[in-house]
T-cell receptor, first 111, second 114 residues
Framework: GESVGLHLPTLSVQEGDNSIINCAYS??????FIWYKQESGKGPQFIID?????DKRQGQRVTVLLNKTVKHLSLQIAATQPGDSAVYFC??????????FGTGTSLTVIP | ETGVTQSPTHLIKTRGQQVTLRCSSQSGHNTVSWYQQALGQGPQFIFQ???????GRGNFPPRFSGLQFPNYSSELNVNALELDDSALYLC?????????????FGPGTRLTVL
């Protein structure tokens, strides 16, 4: 299968700052992407998704950007809070029933 | 509405043994997917069940098998356990069939193979 990778394995930010987490994907046929948040001892939690016919989607304090030209995704978290500390994964959907996850980025918010 | 639940939470087995992990999907969710998450890695898709049949499989050997029951709950069975099978096993359910929809993950079962 195609791989999904993240540029930065760890990220530390000050509380209140904005966070940007990046993800590269390699399958140009991928048409649906999801960002997940995984806290210690828990399963991944859906944050936001985006389809390939869009280049930006906004949620509550989060924005996902998709650049299909360079096969790159980013997750922006505004006004990062201590509760945002977790591992973040991007996942790409290639066929109707399979998602491929990247390695993940560990976000630490410094109070 | 109850969330996805998995049992047991932790399990220790030895090489060569067999294990069965269980998942109860969220109420009304008819599709269940299983993932293996090794330490420090992202989840890797094992397979998905829809209407009690396997509906897609990742790159896992046949000793990984599963079932889905009429109430949509599911089991993951692993035979002839190997040390590398040590991982967090996650199940995820979705409500609208095996298309690309939001999946709701359970907390996982931590399997340790000695």
């Amino acid at each position: 299968g195609e791989s999904v990778g993240l540029h930065l394995p760890t990220l530390s930010v000050q509380e209140g700052d904005n966070s940007i987490i990046n993800c590269a994907y390699s399958n140009s046929a991928s048409d649906y992407f999801i960002w997940y948040k995984q806290e210690s001892g828990k399963g991944p939690q859906f944050i936001i998704d985006i389809r390939s016919n869009m280049d930006k989607r906004q949620g509550q304090r989060v924005t996902v950007l998709l650049n299909k030209t360079v096969k790159h995704l980013s997750l922006q978290i505004a006004a990062t809070q201590p509760g945002d500390s977790a591992v973040y994964f991007c996942a790409e959907n290639i066929s109707g029933n399979q998602f491929y996850f990247g390695t993940g980025t560990s976000l630490t918010v410094i109070p | 509405e109850t969330g996805v639940t998995q049992s047991p939470t932790h399990l220790i087995k030895t090489r060569g043994q067999q294990v069965t992990l269980r998942c109860s999907s969220q109420s009304g969710h008819n599709t269940v997917s299983w993932y293996q998450q090794a330490l420090g890695q992202g989840p890797q898709f094992i397979f998905q069940y829809y209407r009690e049949e396997e509906n897609g499989r990742g790159n896992f050997p046949p000793r990984f098998s599963g079932l889905q029951f009429p109430n949509y709950s599911s089991e993951l069975n692993v035979n002839a356990l190997e040390l590398d099978d040590s991982a967090l096993y996650l199940c995820a359910s979705s409500p609208k069939g095996p298309s690309y929809n939001e999946q709701f993950f359970g907390p996982g079962t931590r399997l340790t193979v000695l």
